[in-house]
């Protein structure tokens, strides 16, 4: 059982930064590669970034590549998303996930592999 909670939304103007934390309990961590998705109101829910268990290789949306950067500690369970040159179309429920995966290198976008999910922080972007 893994528990993920997120911390760092809030609201900023475009053009501004955030960064957001995902705090995992259990001494597994290392197991897992991460990923961040977010919802917008009345949308599906999205894929935007992933790193593989140990870190290093990453995978981002077309949507947030050049300004989203997903990374993570394993030593301090956290996986993080820092996100500059914020557009009001990044206006979402942000949510961490962690996927439970045999091979190291698997990094996965598909929403429905994950095992677990945080609760989500909110991000509001204004014009």
């Known amino acids: 059982q893994v528990q993920l909670v997120e911390s760092g939304g809030g609201l900023v103007q475009a053009g501004g930064s955030l960064r957001l934390s995902c705090a995992a309990s259990?001494?597994?961590?290392?197991?897992?590669?991460m990923g961040w998705f977010r919802q917008a109101p009345g949308k599906e829910r999205e894929f935007v970034a992933a790193i593989r268990r140990s870190g290093g290789s990453t995978r981002y949306a077309d949507s947030v590549k050049g300004r989203f950067t997903i990374s993570r500690d394993n030593a301090k369970n956290t996986v993080y998303l820092q996100m500059i040159s914020l557009k009001p179309e990044d206006t979402a429920v942000y949510y961490c996930a962690a996927d439970l995966v045999t091979v190291q290198y698997t990094i996965r976008t598909d929403a429905r592999v994950y095992d677990y999910w945080g609760q989500g922080t909110q991000v509001t972007v204004s014009s």
């Open positions: 259990g001494r597994t961590f290392s197991m897992y590669a």
